[in-house]
């Protein structure tokens, strides 16, 4: 059976590229193998990330990441039980929550600004759904 969890979470420290690169290191390390895929979306202060694959596995990471303490106030946003991946090209795909995106913030929220504690599910859906279509496009962003 194939869930999907959504949450967001608060960084401990500023988000660095090298904590990013660190972070999709492990899941290109650990994903595949657990059949585990996603996207993961930041700025320096919050990450938001959608965990797909099967149940037990989802709730293992899930449980694995509450523990890290380079992230805090983890805030699950939505979970459901799916048939289909949104996200199956990516163990782990990485979005910016730059500039050219605050077109979509806005989109799916009341301003510009990346704050996902205060969407709805449905909005953080359209989002995430949106910024992967734009990664598919985009090679290595922050670490090229
Ligand atoms: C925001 C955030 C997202 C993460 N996402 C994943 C992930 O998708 N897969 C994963 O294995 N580890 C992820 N991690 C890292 C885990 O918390 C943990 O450090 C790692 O799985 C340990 O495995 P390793 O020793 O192979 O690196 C994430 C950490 C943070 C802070």
Redesign the pocket.
């Known amino acids: 059976m194939l869930v999907r969890l959504t949450y967001a ?1 608060r960084a401990s420290h500023s988000v660095s590229a090298e904590l990013i690169r660190d ?1 999709l290191d ?2 290109q ?3 595949p193998g657990k059949g ?1 895929t ?1 996207i ?1 979306c930041c700025n320096a202060d919050v ?1 938001l ?1 959608a ?1 797909e694959g099967p149940r037990s596995e989802v709730n293992a ?1 899930y449980n ?2 509450a523990d ?1 303490s ?2 805090k106030d983890l805030t699950i946003l939505d979970y459901a039980e799916i048939s289909v991946r949104r996200y199956s090209s990516w163990s ?1 795909g990485w979005a910016g929550a730059k500039q050219v995106n605050r077109e979509l913030f806005l989109k799916y929220s009341s301003s510009d600004r990346f704050d996902p504690f205060h969407m709805t599910a449905e909005q953080i859906n359209g989002l995430l759904l949106e910024l992967g279509e734009t990664l598919s496009a985009i090679k290595s962003p922050v670490l090229g």
């Open positions: 979470s972070i492990s899941s390390r650990n994903n585990l996603g993961l990450f990330q965990l990471l694995r990441l890290d380079r992230h782990m």
